[in-house]
């Protein structure tokens, strides 16, 4: 069998599921930046999850997976035909016949089969997103994970085990690809809307661990963090796993805030809204307290700081944070109106 | 984040962040993790010092085989149950040492989906010269390439079956 590669364009970028969307959205003949999917899908979030569902306690700094997909096709009007497969076979059929269609599609994996990426990433987690851009003389396939710094070729059986992993947010071989792009669009609207989702998300939700309560939920419960690890090294470890998902899982630094700091920059001048350029500055900042946040959190677990006072530490610069962002969606939300 | 206080002489790996650039711009840069430039070697030395108490615990019978691959992949009980399609009451039976060997072939080799390692693996340890589970996931890279000894394990048609080679490297 002979290898065919489809011509697309490899990128990488900050974030798998918006640099996914960028570049499926750049082969159908779209140029959308990263940073404005990320906001006018209202990527920008906080959750603390602290049940069983999690081995320990932890965080989560961006919206629910697809949220982001699905709010560009309400907002912008670009369609995608989605699906999800019963069985592995159907679900590698239908890839072979994309791919020989000339279609390459993003699917849904779990990180962890991604064997080209270093060990030391490879944790299972559901819900990383790559391009499936060919297949190689071999039957493997060619794959543009925006992670990585080239076009990869990973083995057949690792991407079927990764589009079949179960547990929570199963992808089930979920895969995605746009199938209308309108010709005009009312960037305005949609950039106003995705503001509006955002703040509303942050502010309003009546869960009390999800948005600026999460936060407060994460900094109060922080201290108890010793009575739940295994041991002292683990601890150590889960703490350092604070930087590791603000800074690491590909959120373009801070928890996404960088990230929307420059998607508000360009607000300011889609929207024709100055003071927006201030609002940007304003989150560029609060981006920056949340880095020291996590430095600290890095320096802890590698010196073993770990006493309770430290912790709750820690937990008053998230108060604090929790207090910045407040006002900040609170005064966004008026100024967007 | 300012361009300028961007880890730029990354080596490890490569990131794309947003930052203010020099210019004063937004936008994207490239720059390197923290804790992968710096903290690496104590990233798996935590890893391993959770695989050696843990295997501790497990050659002295107080825990089993699927509890020790659970802890160290982080999964939950229910995480386990559903990656590998077996009841969460049956999951919990099989992490009780007593119960364990009433765990079926074919619920054996579900596990070893959901953990990616062979069945084989569940019944031994094999160990490097430097005291190291070489079929651990989180095996140390570079200790591993001190070694005398490369451990290689292919598949094999026989589902339950592995081939474990031990060679001398060249």
């Known amino acids: 069998m002979s290898g065919t590669q489809l011509p697309f364009e490899h990128k990488m970028s900050a974030h798998c599921e918006t640099g996914t969307l960028s570049s499926q959205l750049a082969f159908h003949g779209m140029e959308l930046s990263e940073a404005l999917i990320f906001g006018i899908g209202s990527g920008i979030f906080f959750g603390y999850f602290n049940n069983k569902r999690f081995a320990f306690p932890t965080f989560i700094v961006r919206s629910k997976p697809g949220q982001i997909r699905k709010n560009l096709t309400k907002r912008l009007g670009i369609k995608f035909e989605t699906e999800k497969f019963k069985t592995p076979q159907q679900a590698q059929e239908k890839l072979d016949a994309l791919l020989a269609k000339g279609i390459p599609p993003a699917t849904q994996v779990d990180f962890f089969f991604m064997d080209y990426l270093p060990q030391y990433l490879r944790v299972h987690i559901n819900v990383h997103f790559i391009n499936v851009v060919g297949k190689s003389e071999g039957g493997d396939y060619l794959i543009s994970d925006c992670y990585y710094p080239k076009i990869v070729e990973l083995a057949k059986e690792s991407l079927q085990k990764g589009r079949f992993a179960g547990g929570s947010m199963a992808p089930e071989g979920f895969l995605f690809y746009p199938t209308f792009i309108p010709k005009e669009f009312d960037f305005e609207k949609a950039v106003r809307k995705g503001i509006k989702k955002a703040c509303f998300n942050m502010l309003k939700i009546p869960i009390p661990f999800l948005g600026i309560k999460g936060m407060r939920k994460f900094a109060n419960h922080i201290t108890e963090w010793p009575k739940l690890a295994i041991d002292a090294e683990d601890l150590s470890h889960q703490v350092s796993k604070i930087n590791i998902l603000l800074e690491d899982q590909g959120t373009g630094g801070a928890g996404f805030r960088f990230m929307y700091a420059t998607f508000l920059k360009q607000a300011a001048e889609i929207l024709k809204q100055p003071e927006l350029v201030d609002f940007s500055k304003r989150m560029m900042d609060n981006g920056d307290k949340w880095r020291e946040i996590s430095l600290m959190a890095a320096r802890m677990g590698r010196n073993r700081d770990l006493s309770v006072e430290k912790l709750r530490e820690v937990g008053a610069l998230i108060h604090e944070r929790a207090n910045v962002e407040e006002r900040f969606f609170k005064e966004l939300a008026k100024v967007v109106k | ?170």
């Open chain 2, 1 to 170: 984040m300012k361009e300028e206080d961007l880890i730029s002489d990354y080596k490890v790996q490569k990131y794309i962040l947003y930052a203010e650039k020099n210019d004063g711009s937004y936008g994207t840069v490239e720059g390197g993790s923290y804790i992968i430039e710096n903290d690496l070697d104590d990233f798996w030395h935590k890893k391993n010092h959770l695989e050696k108490s843990l295997r501790e615990r497990l050659l002295n019978n107080e825990i089993t085989p699927i509890y020790y691959f659970m802890v160290l992949e982080e999964m939950t009980v229910s995480e386990l149950a559903s990656r590998a399609g077996i009841a969460k009451c049956r999951v919990k039976q099989h992490l009780k040492p007593g119960k364990f060997a009433t765990a079926r072939v074919g619920d054996l080799q579900k596990y070893a989906g959901a953990f990616n390692v062979p069945v084989a693996n569940f019944f031994q340890m094999v160990l490097t010269s430097n005291d190291q589970n070489s079929k651990y996931h989180f095996y140390h890279q570079e200790e591993a390439a001190k070694d005398r000894y490369s451990i290689a394990q292919t598949a094999t048609a026989n589902a339950v079956v592995i081939l474990t080679k031990v060679e001398e490297k060249a």
